[in-house]
Nanobody, 122 residues
Framework: QLSLVESGGGLVRAGDSLTVSCVAN????????MAWFRQAPGKEREFQAR????????TYADAVMGRFTIYRENAKNTVYLQMNSLRTEDTANYLC???????????????WSQGTRVTVSA
């Protein structure tokens, strides 16, 4: 079982960059695939990016392809989401998740962080 703790959210301007991180407390972090989701006010939770347990095969939602980068450091039990060229529509609560299944389906991820708020102003 993993406990996930995020950090790095905040208020930025459109065009800025921001990196959010997620530290896993528990054993065998390197056995889990990791993903980032976001949930904007009044909207459903959306998949953003995922990465395989060994750091390979990063996959992105179309809306963030080319702007966001997911990567992980297994030695630090940490996964990151680097966000460049931020837009006002990127404003949301960002959550990391972990699971054993390689999927974009949030229902298949058993472990979740509390979320960190990212606000992008015009």
């Amino acid at each position: 079982q993993l406990s996930l703790v995020e950090s790095g959210g905040g208020l930025v301007r459109a065009g800025d960059s921001l990196t959010v991180s997620c530290v896993a407390n528990g054993r065998s972090f390197n056995l889990y695939n990791m993903a980032w989701f976001r949930q904007a006010p009044g909207k459903e939770r959306e998949f953003q990016a995922r990465i395989f347990r060994d750091g390979s095969d990063p996959t992105y939602a179309d809306a963030v392809m080319g702007r966001f980068t997911i990567y992980r450091e297994n030695a630090k039990n940490t996964v990151y989401l680097q966000m460049n060229s931020l837009r006002t529509e990127d404003t949301a609560n960002y959550l990391c998740s972990s699971g054993s299944i390689w999927t974009e389906d949030e229902q298949r991820y058993p472990y979740w962080s509390q979320g960190t708020r990212v606000t992008v102003s015009a």
